[in-house]
């Protein structure tokens, strides 16, 4: 019973010790995005499809977004990068 009461403080002590430098990304509706390939990629092959647009925001780390066909994905902001036009 105390060892798990350590462990959960111990948990609790590194995620504040890490969210303490970590900012949600500052994705917002209908922004243009790029999407991570997670599987089926080859070492030379694209690594993002795209663009995507976001349509919905679930939580400050997830969202909904559409590509060109209006096919809908949930993605997590780890996976998806901001298309910046030249």
Known sequence: ???KANVLHQ?????NRFDKNRSHPPFVL???VWMKILVGRHKLTARY????RI???LSPVSF???DDNLQQFQ???NNIRRVYSR
């Open 1 to 3: 019973k105390q060892t």
């Open 11 to 15: 948990q609790q002590l590194s995620k």
């Open 30 to 32: 209908g922004d243009l």
């Open 49 to 52: 499809i795209g663009p995507a």
């Open 55 to 57: 349509i919905q925001i």
């Open 64 to 66: 909904i977004v559409e």
């Open 75 to 77: 993605a997590h902001s």
